[in-house]
């Protein structure tokens, strides 16, 4: 059965870094863009990073700009986000989702439905 695997969520005190992990099983992420979204509670999934397939290109939302970086590394079947200088409003359960068609950085990308594929979540608290 295919599905993709998070880990890597935790608390840490504003400013301090986590390092996401997403690992498909079932299947291979060398085609697949792979999206990164969070979840605040009473808020809308909203799309934080993307990483294309084909080339690496990334795609940041402007407010994580210059703080996350999305990688991967397909001989582990694996992505990683980089969170560094989280701040509170970064708190949220964050999920990495997987399709084969989607172009980081568009309308479609941005919208959760678009995407084919979901990991189940893991969850990140920045707090004193």
């Known amino acids: 059965q295919a599905q993709l695997v998070e880990s890597g969520g935790g608390l840490v005190q504003p400013g301090g870094s986590l390092t996401l992990s997403c690992t498909s099983s079932?299947?291979?992420?060398?085609?697949?863009?792979i999206g990164w979204f969070r979840q605040a509670p009473g808020k809308e999934r909203e799309e934080v990073s993307c990483?294309?397939?084909?080339?690496?290109?990334?795609y940041y939302t402007d407010s994580v700009k210059g703080r996350f970086t999305a990688s991967r590394d397909n001989a582990k079947n694996t992505a990683y986000l980089q969170m560094n200088s989280l701040k509170p409003e970064d708190t949220a359960v964050y999920y990495c989702?997987?399709?084969?068609?989607?172009?980081?950085?568009?309308?479609?990308?941005?919208?959760?439905?678009?995407?084919?594929?979901w990991g189940q979540g893991t969850q990140v608290t920045a707090s004193s």
């Open positions: 989702a997987a399709d084969m068609f989607i172009d980081c950085g568009t309308e479609v990308s941005a919208m959760a439905a678009s995407w084919d594929s």
């Open positions: 079932g299947f291979t992420l060398d085609d697949f863009t």
């Open positions: 990483i294309d397939a084909s080339d690496g290109s990334t």
